[in-house]
């Protein structure tokens, strides 16, 4: 290839008929879709069957890099997994840490397709060019950390990378995830859908090289990355000291939107308990960081006395510390890094696990459920030990826990008695811990994301910084696209989306100037754009193709009707009214038909998907 | 008449396991200070996790033993102002000495197949300098 950061060859495998093959990706597909996410969304779009389940064998798993994998630029130690959704049933797509990213462009590859199903557990060895289909017999009904270091062993190489996935995606709990390392490719279930490949992990390891365009831009843009990330607190002090617990305090304290027992209220009176200074100082064990990143947010704690005395884990992070914390009424920080660890070595998402126990919390605690439903526990807000014990029954689908691995809305909709209205999730995908009602790109960005209930499509940091006026209705559509143009561009690189701080939140040039030191594309500003908007509506036009249409762009009944009731947010929430205006606002800006949402073919040809527009037509 | 002998002084590259936070930024650095591009196994210096919390490095620690030069058979390898040199032309690329060290220290480079071992960067110790948490620090030790 004439540009920089690729290998040209996405691997792709059949797990039915154990064959590969060779995709070829050439100049014009890289700087057409980048990388990562863009690359994902255009090859499922064409690949998979949008009416099929997503643990058909057909559906396809999408193991990607972008041109930054492999390379020292901050926060590139990334890889990235997309699939269809066994939660959403849409495009799905998770970025995880890890050294994975590195290893695959290593081994020669852009990234890794697999389809089909194993008729037994197997793993996949890649070693470079040659790869192996190895039995996982032995390692079924495994831990992620024990997998992976039985597969190094196996192999007899500490250094190679593994993604594993554990019981809970052997057992297809909707939102199981993929660990690398302790790092997670966490929501939307990509997890289950290798176990329904029968796929327990990918082994990879690389003996190339990646190198970027412009050796001495990157020098200069480093200097750069070190004199100005030193003037961005975010990145230089409180990230790398307290890790993303530190945004308890603050988005409790100041925002009062950290939404606490099922979203009852925004504000957790046993805060202290969870915050980054209590973390650091009762817990602390050291920092750890992805690959390439001297930030190092990722924290390992471990409890060094009480009721959870010995459970040690890397995290948790603030997304955990609100699902299983403030979500579930719990305040000891104890009792969520015993959590946190369960949920990795099961391998389950964090949020979708804790928010979905909060849920049946509320619907118990109002009498929609009883102990003969529970199973005898005590399902009530505050009760660790029932957390605890539902993490493995869920991963295992014992019992309640059967329940509770379907995720919140399919819960709601087995309870019914109304409790749909507080099943905290958007399209399937639970809500994480930046308020819907505090800020308000966050309603509209939640409702229109691809992936429902995800923080990392629209990005709640600007509005925290008051970079966009959170209570804003006006303009918040342009935000709120904007936001999500650098997230997916930024996924499609892949770095990490923290890096927003110095950057800027929503898509801008420095991300192009970035881009054409190590690709060479040398793009202007407006064909960037023109790339983000192509990924964005791609997966729209994916979801689209499952029926996903404008009335499913929407939030909780409990946004949409009840103010947050106390706090320094009190009174905030998007009623329907807004929440429609600010839609219009979008679909407009978007190019996308206001009665339906589906992407116009005249905003599809225009960003160069003339054959998108044509599937689209046919629906 | 008294006779004076310069102690001669080798640079030893010492590892905090608990400063370290498996970032590879070291590893990254190495590999592009040597051959301009990134790639683990291009890097002289390897960082290892185990478990949650176990870190280890490998690279060569100029040990006393000199175990490489021992076991080379084409007598490529050298110890040369605190470095072990290799000799391309002699050495056969038969991967011996990689095999003897102890401590890890020594890749075969992938293409040229010549074992890649710590230089100091010319005593700019990159993967020092580029360390974000100091956890690689430079001590002389005297030999």
């Keep these: ?619 | 008449m008294s006779i004076v002998i310069a102690q001669q002084k080798k640079p030893f590259i010492r590892f905090d396991p608990q400063k370290c936070c498996f970032c590879k930024i070291c590893e990254f650095v190495c590999a592009k200070y040597h051959y301009g591009k990134y790639g683990a196994s291009i890097s002289r210096i390897t960082i290892v996790r185990r478990g949650i919390k176990t870190l280890k490095y490998f690279i060569c620690t100029r040990c006393e033993k000199k175990f490489c030069i021992k076991a080379c058979p084409t007598k490529a390898l050298s110890y040369i102002n605190g470095n072990i040199v290799v000799d391309e032309k002699l050495c056969n690329s038969c991967g011996k000495c990689i095999e003897a060290c102890p401590f890890h220290g020594i890749k075969l480079h992938p293409e040229t197949k010549k074992p890649i071992i710590c230089d100091t960067c010319n005593g700019e110790f990159q993967c020092i300098k580029s360390c974000p948490k100091n956890a690689l620090t430079l001590v002389w030790l005297s030999g």
């Excluded at chain 1, 390692?139 to 996935?165: C, F, H, N, Y």
């Excluded at chain 1, 459920?369 to 660790?384: A, V």
């Excluded at chain 1, 990490?496 to 500003?525: A, D, Q, S």
């Excluded at chain 1, 409990?558 to 979008?586: A, C, H, V, W």
């Design chain 1, 1 to 619: 290839m004439k540009y920089f950061g690729y290998k040209g060859k996405i691997l792709m495998i059949n797990l039915t008929t154990k064959k590969t093959s060779i995709l070829e990706i050439t100049d014009e597909f890289a700087r057409k879709y980048l990388g990562g996410n863009g690359f994902s969304a255009r090859l499922l779009f064409d690949m998979i069957d949008p009416r099929i389940d997503a643990f058909d064998p057909t559906n396809v798993i999408s193991i990607m890099t972008g041109p930054f994998q492999g390379i020292y630029i901050p926060t590139s130690g990334k890889y990235h997994v997309a699939s269809k959704s066994p939660l959403t049933n849409g495009f799905f797509d998770s970025i995880s840490g890890g050294h994975m990213g590195a290893q695959i462009k290593y081994a020669g590859y852009d990234g890794i397709l697999i389809t089909g199903r194993a008729e037994k557990p197997i793993y996949i060895f890649i070693d470079d060019d040659k790869i192996e289909f190895r039995s996982a017999e032995r390692l079924w009904g495994r831990l992620t950390s024990e997998t992976q270091e039985m597969i190094k062993e196996e192999i007899g190489d500490p250094t190679i990378s593994v993604s594993a996935i554990g019981p809970a995606g052997e057992n297809l709990v909707r939102y199981a995830c993929i660990i690398t390392e302790y790092r997670a490719a966490g929501r939307g279930g990509l997890g289950a859908v290798m176990g329904s490949k029968r796929l327990k992990a990918i082994a990879v390891r690389g003996s190339g090289t990646n190198e970027v365009a412009d050796p001495e831009g990157l020098e200069n843009w480093l200097k750069w990355y070190n004199e100005e990330s030193k003037k961005v607190p975010g990145i230089s002090s409180i990230l790398p000291t307290y890790g993303t617990p530190s945004l308890v305090s603050s988005i409790n304290n100041i925002f009062g939107a950290m939404g606490t027992r099922n979203h009852q209220t925004e504000y957790f009176e046993g805060w202290e308990g969870i915050c980054g200074e209590t973390l650091k100082k009762k817990y602390w064990d050291k920092d750890m960081a992805c690959p390439a990143c001297p930030i190092a947010c990722s924290k390992i704690f471990s409890v060094k006395e009480g009721k959870w005395k010995g459970a040690i884990s890397e995290g948790p992070d603030y997304e955990t510390l609100y699902s299983f914390g403030s979500m579930c009424g719990i305040s000891d920080g104890g009792a969520i890094i015993k959590a946190d660890s369960l949920c990795d070595e099961y391998g389950m998402d964090t949020v979708s696990c804790g928010v979905t126990i909060s849920f049946l919390m509320e619907c118990y605690e109002k009498g929609l459920i009883d102990k003969n439903f529970t199973g005898g526990i005590e399902l009530k807000f505050g009760n660790d030990d029932a957390v605890i014990d539902l993490i493995e029954k869920t991963a295992k689908r014992i019992g309640i826990g059967d329940l509770i691995a379907e995720g919140s809305l399919r819960a709601a909709r087995i309870i019914g008695k109304g409790s749909e209205r507080f099943a905290i999730q958007v399209k399937g995908l639970e809500i994480p811990g930046h308020s819907a009602r505090a800020l308000r790109g966050m309603a509209l960005g939640y409702a229109v994301a691809s992936r429902g209930g995800s923080h990392h499509d629209p990005r709640p940091t600007g509005e925290y910084a008051g970079a966009s006026d959170r209570k804003a209705v006006e303009g918040k559509a342009a935000w709120v696209i904007g936001t999500m143009q650098f997230t997916t561009i930024g996924d499609s690189m892949i770095i990490c989306h923290f890096l927003e701080r110095l950057l800027g939140f929503t898509l801008n040039p420095k991300y192009v100037e970035m881009i054409n030191i190590v690709t060479g594309f040398n793009y202007k500003f407006e064909e960037l754009v023109e790339v983000a908007e192509r990924i964005l509506d791609l997966e729209r036009a994916f979801n689209v193709r499952t029926g996903i249409r404008r009335k499913d762009d929407t939030l909780p009944r409990r946004f949409l009707e009840e103010p947050i009731p106390e706090g320094p947010s009190k009174g905030m929430y998007t009623d329907e009214q807004t929440l429609n205006k600010m839609l219009d606002d979008f679909y407009t800006l978007k190019g996308w038909d206001k009665r339906t949402g589906i992407p116009t073919k005249e905003k599809l040809i225009k960003i160069g998907l003339e054959d998108v527009a044509k599937e689209l037509e046919k629906l």
